[in-house]
């Protein structure tokens, strides 16, 4: 009996420190967030974003979780898109004719970038017709959706048939690494989106982005927003929304991977292929350019 006296404290200061504990992380945790999204912000906060703007973020009814986004990055192949699309005569008359309208800012951004009018006008129609489609899904919403989407479990539901069937343990583990390579990939992209947000007075709700989290004219991911980024109007910030940053922050990018002056064929394929890893869609852009050039 005398030793149950002896213990008593003892367990009593255990008890206090493991509900202390659970406690505390109560506490850190933001308590009107879907349950998707739990670990994520909790993560986020970890990593040293302010609690206070994490919940209220994550907290708001517009940011949802989309199942469908992680699936279509696992099948989706740039090789397989149809680029010839955009040589058709209709859009490269928009393409001269949004080439006219922007002309002293392209020749502007040109003789400080050395990056050729004719090649930024055509990565502009090939990226969002020009501005005409620049997503219609919020950004926040597709890189969480990415983040949280971390094994085959989470998935296979929503992936194609002919991935769902006949999946051995060997191509499930193979799976298992690609989907948590990406979602590493995506939760650094949203820790950039909210920074670029923050370091520029961004609304993160009025962010748009492509099916794989691009943002503006430009189409960059976050962190190269937050790398390549100018603001060439001056306005205090980046908005890759606006032609003038946009423009100037796509000549910083291909300049930055190369580059200069005047190129031959094989060096345009490879600067440009840090834009987009395709070769149709280099090749693309390519043409695009010479047509523009031979009708401006």
């Known amino acids: 009996m005398n030793n149950y006296k002896f213990l008593f404290p003892f367990l009593v200061l255990i008890f206090s420190l493991v509900t202390t504990d659970v406690y505390a992380k109560e506490l850190a945790q933001c308590q009107n967030v879907s349950a998707i999204f739990k670990d994520l912000t909790n993560k986020?906060?970890?990593?040293?974003?302010?609690?206070e703007e994490i919940c209220k973020i994550f907290s708001d009814?517009?940011?949802?979780?989309?199942?469908r986004v992680m699936p279509r990055k696992v099948v989706h192949k740039e090789s397989k898109l149809h680029y010839d699309i955009f040589l058709d005569e209709k859009r490269i008359r928009r393409?001269?004719?949004y080439l006219n309208t922007y002309r002293q800012l392209f020749d502007s951004i040109e003789?400080?970038?050395?990056?050729?009018?004719?090649i930024k006008v055509a990565i502009l129609l090939v990226e969002t017709d020009l501005g005409r489609y620049l997503g219609s899904t919020l950004a926040i919403n597709t890189l969480a959706s990415m983040a949280v989407a971390k094994d085959f479990d989470s998935v296979k539901r929503y992936l194609p048939r002919e991935y769902r069937k006949n999946i051995t343990k060997r191509i499930k583990v193979r799976l298992d690494k690609k989907l948590k390579k990406k979602s590493e990939w995506a939760y650094n992209e949203l820790k950039s989106l909210l920074i670029y947000a923050q370091q520029n007075k961004l609304d993160l709700f009025k962010i748009k982005g492509s099916i794989f989290g691009a943002i503006g004219l430009c189409?960059?991911?976050?962190?190269?927003?937050?790398?390549?980024?100018?603001?060439?109007n001056r306005d205090g910030k980046v908005d890759l929304f606006d032609p003038a940053d946009a423009i100037a922050s796509m000549a910083n990018y291909l300049r930055y991977y190369g580059w200069r002056g005047k190129l031959g064929y094989k060096k345009k394929m490879r600067v440009i292929m840090h834009y987009n890893h395709s070769k149709p869609y280099a090749r693309t852009v390519i043409k695009v350019a010479e047509e523009v050039d031979d009708i401006s």
């Open 219 to 232: 189409q960059f991911m976050p962190s190269n927003a937050l790398k390549f980024g100018v603001d060439y």
């Open 44 to 51: 986020l906060i970890k990593d040293g974003f302010k609690k």
């Open 95 to 97: 393409a001269k004719k």
């Open 61 to 67: 009814r517009r940011v949802t979780f989309n199942p």
């Open 111 to 118: 003789q400080e970038y050395g990056i050729p009018k004719e």
